[in-house]
């Protein structure tokens, strides 16, 4: 066996989702590259400047964009948001709170609630058997 064989590796895809950035927004170095389970490890613990900046100012995949502001994935795309936005984008958002956002927010709480509520019963009923 030889030493590339036993280096785990991951495409420039799976290593931007796992630091929460958009791809196309990286560098090209990056983009084109495979990155090692210790080079994304190093990544995290100390971003470089280009990873700080697209941490702090995106563009965002919808993922981060869906979590900063509180919504689900297809609630984004429900209110027509497709494209990864800002952080500036993002806080515009939150501040004119379209009502499609107002919905989507209420649709994901109501989910959380449903979610404790069933995880909560579930402990219940394992409880009462124990």
Avoid at 22 to 41: H, I, K, N, W
Avoid at 82 to 99: A, N
């Amino acid at each position: 066996m030889s030493a590339h064989q036993t280096v785990q590796t991951m495409k420039p895809a799976t290593a931007a989702k796992k630091l929460g950035v958009y791809l196309p927004a990286t560098p090209a170095a990056f983009q084109e590259g495979v990155v090692s389970r210790a080079e994304l490890d190093e990544l995290q613990a100390n971003p470089p400047e280009w990873l700080r900046e697209l941490r702090a100012n995106g563009p965002h995949p919808r993922p981060v964009v869906a979590s900063r502001l509180g919504v689900s994935i297809a609630g984004l795309a429900r209110g027509g948001v497709t494209e990864p936005l800002t952080t500036e984008q993002i806080e515009e958002l939150r501040r004119e709170l379209p009502e499609w956002l107002e919905k989507e927010r209420a649709t994901q709480a109501e989910v959380r609630k449903e979610t404790v509520r069933l995880k909560n019963l579930k402990r219940e009923k394992e409880s009462g058997q124990g």
